[in-house]
C-alpha cells in the first residue's frame, strides 16, 4: 500500500532519532523470526512485511532502545516517526505509533500534517486507529481550532482520513463534541467501506460509555440511515 493524497514532510535533522533509530534497527533486526513473520504478515492481510517480533519482546526490545535518552521535541517526533515509516517492516511503525502516543503532548498543531502522512502511508486500521485515538485527538484536544481540519477529514476521499476524523474523539468523554460526533456519523451513514461503518459504531459505543441516553436517543431518531453493523456495534454495550 502506498500514500494516498499526502504529500511527503521534509524528516528534520535530530540528534536523538540518529541516537535511536540505530539502536532500534540493531535491536529489531536480531530478534526477528522469519517464520513468525511470514504469519504475521498473513494475519494483518499482506499491509507490509514483519520482522516477526511478538509484541512483548518488541515493547521489551523498545525499552531498550530508549533507555538514557532525553524527552524529544517536536522535531525529535517527526524525525523518529517518519524515518521509522520509511522501513518497510511492520515493527518500525509500530514503535513510531507507540511514541508518539507517549510523547504527542510534546507537539504542536503543526503536527497535524505529519500525522496525516502516517494515516495514509500504509494505511491499515493497525496502526491508523492509534493515531487517530492517541495523536490526531490530543493534538485537537490542546488546540480547538484543529477541529475544522477535522471537519474537512471527515469528508475527505480516503477512507483512513475519513476513519481517523470519527475515532479522534475516542477517549475524550465527557469533552466530547456530541453534535459533531453525530454529525459525522450522519454524514458518512452511507458509506460502503466496512471500516466507516464498524467506526461509526465504535465511536458511538465508546460516547455511550459516558452519555448513553444520547447515544439510544440519536439512534432512535437516526438508527435507519445506519447499516445494520453499526447499529449492532453502537448498541453492544448499552442494549437498545
Request: charge should be neutral; include cysteine; glycine fraction near 6%.
Amino acid at each position: 500500500m502506498t500514500v494516498t493524497g499526502a504529500a511527503v514532510p521534509q524528516v528534520p535533522r535530530s540528534a536523538l532519532a540518529d541516537t535511536v533509530l540505530a539502536r532500534l534497527t540493531a535491536g529489531y533486526a536480531a530478534a526477528g523470526d522469519p517464520e513468525r513473520a511470514e504469519s504475521m504478515r498473513t494475519y494483518m492481510k499482506d499491509v507490509a512485511p514483519f520482522l516477526g517480533i511478538p509484541a512483548p519482546a518488541r515493547r521489551a526490545l523498545s525499552r531498550t532502545v530508549l533507555a538514557g535518552t532525553p524527552r524529544p521535541d517536536e522535531a525529535d517526533c517527526t524525525a523518529i516517526a517518519l524515518r521509522c515509516w520509511a522501513l518497510p517492516e511492520r515493527e518500525y511503525h509500530y514503535f513510531a505509533v507507540d511514541y508518539l502516543r507517549r510523547h504527542a503532548g510534546r507537539c504542536s498543531s503543526g503536527f497535524l500534517p505529519v500525522t496525516r502522512y502516517l494515516v495514509t502511508t500504509v494505511p491499515w486500521w493497525d496502526t491508523v486507529d492509534l493515531l487517530a485515538a492517541h495523536v490526531a485527538g490530543r493534538l485537537v484536544a490542546a488546540d480547538p481550532e484543529l477541529a475544522a481540519a477535522m471537519d474537512a477529514w471527515i469528508d475527505d476521499a480516503d477512507l483512513w482520513v475519513v476513519r481517523t476524523a470519527l475515532l479522534h474523539q475516542l477517549t475524550w468523554k465527557e469533552r466530547t463534541d456530541a453534535d459533531r460526533l453525530f454529525g459525522y456519523c450522519l454524514l458518512q451513514s452511507g458509506h460502503p467501506d466496512f471500516f466507516i461503518r464498524k467506526a461509526i459504531g465504535w465511536a458511538l459505543r465508546e460516547y455511550a460509555k459516558t452519555d448513553p441516553g444520547a447515544v439510544r436517543a440519536f439512534l432512535a431518531r437516526e438508527g435507519g440511515r445506519f447499516a445494520p453493523l453499526t447499529v449492532r456495534e453502537a448498541l453492544r454495550t448499552i442494549g437498545a
